[in-house]
């Protein structure tokens, strides 16, 4: 019988999955530049989310058919909503009542190519974002489009959006938290920021990822 070969832990580092919040550098370019985990398509009629523990995908809950998402939709690695990114929340609401709700900063991004898969990385290049209340915790959205898109590579900043598809993502995120046959959730979105200011968001959730999990 031949004999297994040694393990060679030196080279380990190829045979394991990164995992996609903490394995995974938010990009070089950030906040203006970023790379996202993909988590859901536009063609998803069920709520796929992160499992944080084992950084494997996972069914979240089903969705109403009238709220599959208008765009890729995940977050930003190496990010978390806490006590610098409410900070910013309640000065931008003029309230002291807002916390973190202690998860990646969620990103949107919008192509106009067909794409099939989730539970991959994409570049995004930042143009805004939408500032959302749910529960008394931050919830930004941040808005970016694909690197490169051919479409929207023209749009600099969320102003360049047309009403008509800002008006279906702000529908989105208003609803895709909501369950056939129980009490609808209650969210707000308070503001429609530019890419500034969603920098700073990115930043601040960078800020929070290190002070929870790097100090």
Not at 94 to 102: L, M, S
């Amino acid at each position: 019988m031949s004999r297994i070969p040694d393990f060679d832990w030196g080279k380990s580092g190829s045979l394991f999955r990164a995992h996609p919040w903490h394995g995974v550098n938010p990009g070089l370019d950030a906040p203006e530049i970023v790379t996202a985990y993909i988590e859901m398509l536009p063609t998803d009629t069920v709520k796929y989310e992160l499992d944080k523990q084992t950084g494997l995908l996972k069914i979240d809950r089903p969705q109403r058919f009238s709220s599959m998402p208008p765009m890729l939709y995940g977050f930003i690695p190496q990010t978390y909503s806490g006590p610098k990114s409410a900070e910013y929340c309640n000065k931008k609401t003029n309230r002291t009542d807002i916390i973190g709700d202690e998860d990646p900063v969620d990103i949107c991004i919008l192509t106009e190519r067909p794409i099939t898969s989730s539970n991959i990385l994409v570049p995004g290049v930042v143009i805004g974002g939408f500032r959302m209340i749910d529960n008394n915790e931050a919830d930004d959205k941040i808005i970016a489009y694909l690197k490169g898109d051919m479409v929207y590579s023209e749009w600099e900043d969320i102003t360049d959006i047309p009403e008509k598809l800002i008006e279906r993502l702000r529908h989105y995120f208003l609803t895709y938290k909501d369950i056939p046959g129980k009490e609808r959730h209650l969210a707000e979105i308070t503001h429609i920021y530019n890419k500034e200011e969603a920098y700073e968001v990115i930043r601040r959730g960078r800020k929070d990822y290190e002070n929870k999990f790097k100090s």
